[in-house]
């Protein structure tokens, strides 16, 4: 799906487009994990699946202090365990977690509002 939406001009990264296997920002493509950021993008986040989230996952993006997290779990959504939310809790950082589709969507919105998100997105596989 292809996302028309003005980004905040404090945001360096955008979300152009997502589909099956691949996500698209600012117009490069993406076939794997990444965690996205106004000011950065980590490509080949490990986890590639739910089931493949850990804690040392969650703590890479809490490590980069935003005040929202978005986690996007593929083509459907999958809550997280207690040992996983856990850590966002601890620092208050506000956190949801959507299919992946949903989570870009939310991601371009929340930066055109000048939110400071981080967002972990699985790559839709099905």
Request: glycine share 6%; aromatic share 6%; charged share 20%.
């Amino acid at each position: 799906m292809k996302i028309e939406l003005d980004s905040s001009p404090a945001s360096k990264y955008r979300i152009d487009s997502y589909k099956k296997g691949l996500i698209s920002v600012n117009g490069e493509h993406y076939t794997s994990s990444l965690i996205i950021t106004t000011a950065q993008l980590i490509p080949d986040w490990p986890p590639q699946r739910v089931a493949d989230l850990a804690l040392q996952h969650i703590e890479q993006i809490t490590a980069l202090a935003p005040e929202i997290i978005i986690i996007g779990t593929g083509n459907q959504i999958c809550f997280l365990s207690p040992e996983l939310i856990s850590p966002m809790e601890k620092l208050n950082i506000g956190f949801e977690v959507m299919d992946t589709g949903a989570a870009c969507r939310c991601y371009n919105l929340l930066i055109s509002e000048g939110r400071e998100v981080a967002a972990g997105l699985i790559v839709i596989k099905d």
